[in-house]
């Protein structure tokens, strides 16, 4: 992964809330990106959500029996 380094002058009291409020910032400029990656990869699925809770449901069930549940 990439690493890019940022200078900001800032006041000293202000240090920590900065960097907490940064941090949430690239958490969640990530995770968007992810999703847009993972939009862009199933624009062409046909599976619908009902499809997918079944497949889960089924898959639960299966999981249930192995392990004698």
């Known amino acids: 992964m990439a690493e ?3 200078k900001v002058d800032i006041p000293e009291e202000f240090k920590e ?3 907490l ?3 949430k910032v690239v958490k969640q ?3 968007a990106e992810k ?3 993972f939009d862009e990869i199933l624009k062409n699925s ?3 959500d009902e499809l997918a809770l079944k497949l889960a449901d089924e898959l639960k069930k299966r999981v249930a029996k192995r392990h004698g549940l």
Do not use: P
């Open 4 to 6: 890019i380094k940022i």
């Open 29 to 31: 400029f990530v995770r």
């Open 46 to 48: 046909e599976m619908t």
């Open 21 to 23: 409020a940064l941090d």
């Open 35 to 37: 999703f847009k990656r």
């Open 17 to 19: 809330e900065f960097e």
